[in-house]
């Protein structure tokens, strides 16, 4: 694991070259947020395709969905949110960031059913707009759960993963 170069230099201008451009952050932030859109799709599709649908366990069928989404959100993240990084080892790239996220899924696998139970208390017998309890608690918990999870994501693939140094990013 490659270590992030220090901020302490001889030449200070090379020091102020380390530190991001809020700008620049703001957008990746922000192309962060639209691959996270799609990334929720595909988990939340899957997640209620699996549960609602084929009627599996909330907790199987979560583990299906983050995983199916983690491949997704590692390509999309790499083309869109990290382009510069594509020069460097996928395989590498790979291994942190399924690190990451499997991080993220055990975070996200020990509240989802926690939340999921206190929101089925929560929302007994509540019917909105013709979806059941059920699925406002499951769905409930998982956003919940989930935004917990794409603050893990982004900063530690950010720092860990993509390694990008704010000297190589897009203007």
Same mark, same amino acid.
Request: net charge positive; glycine share 6%.
């Given at each position: 694991?490659?270590?992030?170069?220090?901020?302490?230099?001889?030449?200070?201008?090379?020091?102020?070259?380390?530190?991001?451009?809020?700008?620049?952050?703001?957008?990746?932030?922000?192309?962060?947020?639209?691959?996270?859109?799609?990334?929720?799709?595909?988990?939340? @599709?899957?997640?209620?395709?699996?549960?609602?649908?084929?009627?599996?366990?909330?907790?199987?069928?979560?583990?299906?969905?983050?995983?199916?989404?983690?491949?997704?959100?590692?390509?999309?993240?790499?083309?869109?949110?990290?382009?510069?990084? @594509?020069?460097?080892?996928?395989?590498?790239?790979?291994?942190?960031?399924?690190?990451?996220?499997?991080?993220?899924? @055990?975070?996200?696998?020990?509240?989802?059913?926690?939340?999921?139970?206190?929101?089925?208390?929560?929302?007994? @017998?509540?019917?909105?707009?013709?979806?059941?309890?059920?699925?406002?608690?499951?769905?409930?918990?998982?956003?919940?759960?989930?935004?917990?999870?794409?603050?893990?994501?982004?900063?530690?693939?950010?720092?860990?993963?993509?390694?990008?140094?704010?000297?190589?990013?897009?203007?």
């Amino acid at each position: 694991m490659a270590l992030p170069k220090p901020l302490i230099t001889s030449n200070p201008s090379s020091a102020i070259k380390m530190i991001p451009k809020p700008k620049s952050e703001i957008r990746r932030f922000l192309r962060f947020t639209m691959v996270g859109l799609v990334n929720t799709i595909v988990d939340f @599709g899957v997640l209620n395709l699996l549960a609602g649908k084929l009627k599996l366990q909330i907790v199987p069928s979560q583990t299906i969905s983050f995983i199916t989404s983690v491949i997704v959100s590692f390509f999309l993240s790499r083309a869109v949110v990290y382009p510069e990084a @594509g020069k460097n080892r996928t395989s590498l790239q790979m291994t942190k960031f399924i690190v990451i996220n499997l991080i993220g899924l @055990g975070i996200r696998s020990l509240m989802l059913p926690w939340l999921n139970r206190l929101f089925q208390v929560s929302f007994q @017998g509540i019917e909105l707009f013709g979806l059941t309890s059920e699925f406002l608690s499951r769905n409930a918990a998982w956003a919940i759960s989930t935004s917990i999870v794409i603050l893990l994501n982004f900063f530690g693939n950010r720092v860990w993963t993509f390694q990008i140094q704010p000297d190589k990013e897009r203007r």
